[in-house]
């Protein structure tokens, strides 16, 4: 069963907050900076052991297409799983509520003591709500496992958001390679993936309240760390062919 929630949680204060567990947002913050650094990485270390524009842009496309499917095939499953979790407890959480609701009036009772109002109120409250049993599965859900039973995900939605995601910010290093190669295009891919990585580091930041520099600084020395390990090792790769 679920941790229940610290007393003074519930529902207060939830029009302030937006909800970011449904997994879109997760998903298309992941996707398209798993996309960045991934595919420059990749046409990075492509055109460092090749010239060929041709070849780097073939390999670029691959990783986008293949990086996309498996991202959004690897969120669907995760949220499915997740939301088959949630749904499996909850059930468990119904037949409770068939088989010994009393006990529940009791735990429900106590929650709402914990959180200052007087024992007779508390238990008044709680035998209300066990009234109607939707509405008791909705509130013991909330605040027994922090969950609400109308928001458990949408994987499909996941997906779907985690592949277009994706697929920005692989396409971003790659566009340049659609018009030329050689050392004009791996300048502009490194440009347009450090443009990029600030870009995702930003939105992250100001997602979560938190620096703009740092989270830009972080999500650029990722993306520069990946593409100059690849890069250095497809160099190395070219030179001994």
């Known amino acids: 069963m679920f941790a229940r929630k610290p007393a003074g949680s519930g529902h ?5 907050h937006r909800n970011v567990t449904r997994g879109g947002y997760r998903a298309a913050v992941f996707g398209v900076s798993d996309g960045l650094v991934s595919n420059v990485a990749l046409i990075l270390g492509v055109a460092g052991a090749s010239s060929s524009q041709e070849l780097v842009r073939i390999a670029g496309l691959a990783g986008l297409i293949a990086g996309a499917v498996s991202m959004a095939a690897g969120e669907y499953i995760s949220m499915q799983a997740q939301r088959e979790l949630l749904e499996r407890e909850l059930e468990m959480e119904r037949r409770e509520h068939v088989r010994n609701p009393e006990h529940e009036v009791e735990e429900l009772a106590e929650i709402y003591e914990s ?6 109120t508390a238990r008044e409250m709680a035998t209300n709500i066990m009234d109607d049993p939707e509405k008791a599965l909705e509130v ?4 027994e496992m922090g969950i609400d039973p109308n928001e458990l995900g949408n994987p499909v939605f996941a997906a779907t958001t985690s592949f277009f995601s994706f ?5 971003l290093p ?4 659609f018009f030329g190669g050689g050392n004009g295009a791996i300048v ?3 440009l347009l993936g450090a443009v990029g990585a600030v870009l995702v580091g930003s939105a992250l930041a100001l997602a979560t309240n938190r620096s703009i520099v740092r989270g830009s600084l972080r999500q650029l020395v990722i993306a520069a760390a990946a593409a100059a390990i690849t890069f250095g090792i497809g160099s190395a790769v070219g030179v001994g062919v």
């Open 188 to 190: 502009a891919s490194i």
């Open 167 to 171: 697929a920005l910010g692989a396409v």
């Open 174 to 177: 790659l566009l340049p390679w």
């Open 115 to 120: 959180r200052g109002i007087d024992a007779d």
């Open 12 to 16: 207060l204060g939830e029009g302030h």
């Open 140 to 143: 013991h859900a909330r605040e």
